[in-house]
Nanobody, 128 residues
Framework: EVQLQASGGGLVQAGGSLRLSCAAS????????IAWFRQVPGKEREGVSC????????YYAESVKGRFTISSDNAKDTWYLQMNSLKPEDTAVYSC?????????????????????WGQGTQVTVSS
């Protein structure tokens, strides 16, 4: 069973940076898709970014494009979300999800409904 743990959240001023980590245990996928989501209380969960192991395909939501970067360290079964130029509207609980179907992440996007393994979130708060 795959277990995911997101970490790295915190309180930062607008314009600052944070790097979130998603560490996996029991990860036996030869191929995978990893995605980051965020949710604000009272709102639907929003897909932020994903990465596919097939060819390193990545996807970013328009709201974070150019500011966030997703990356992977396969040797550590850990994935990262580097968040720069943070804005107050980036405040949310960020969580990561994984699936062995690498094609769940494409240049056209991804769907939270498809991902089978989820981790608990980490709070990101951006002050103005």
């Amino acid at each position: 069973e795959v277990q995911l743990q997101a970490s790295g959240g915190g309180l930062v001023q607008a314009g600052g940076s944070l790097r979130l980590s998603c560490a996996a245990s029991g990860f036996t996928f030869d191929n995978y898709a990893i995605a980051w989501f965020r949710q604000v209380p009272g709102k639907e969960r929003e897909g932020v970014s994903c990465i596919s192991s097939n060819d390193g395909t990545t996807y970013y939501a328009e709201s974070v494009k150019g500011r966030f970067t997703i990356s992977s360290d396969n040797a550590k079964d850990t994935w990262y979300l580097q968040m720069n130029s943070l804005k107050p509207e980036d405040t949310a609980v960020y969580s990561c999800a994984a699936d062995s179907a690498w094609y769940y992440c494409s240049v056209y996007g991804f769907s939270q409904a498809l991902f089978g393994s989820w981790g608990q979130g980490t709070q990101v708060t951006v002050s103005s």
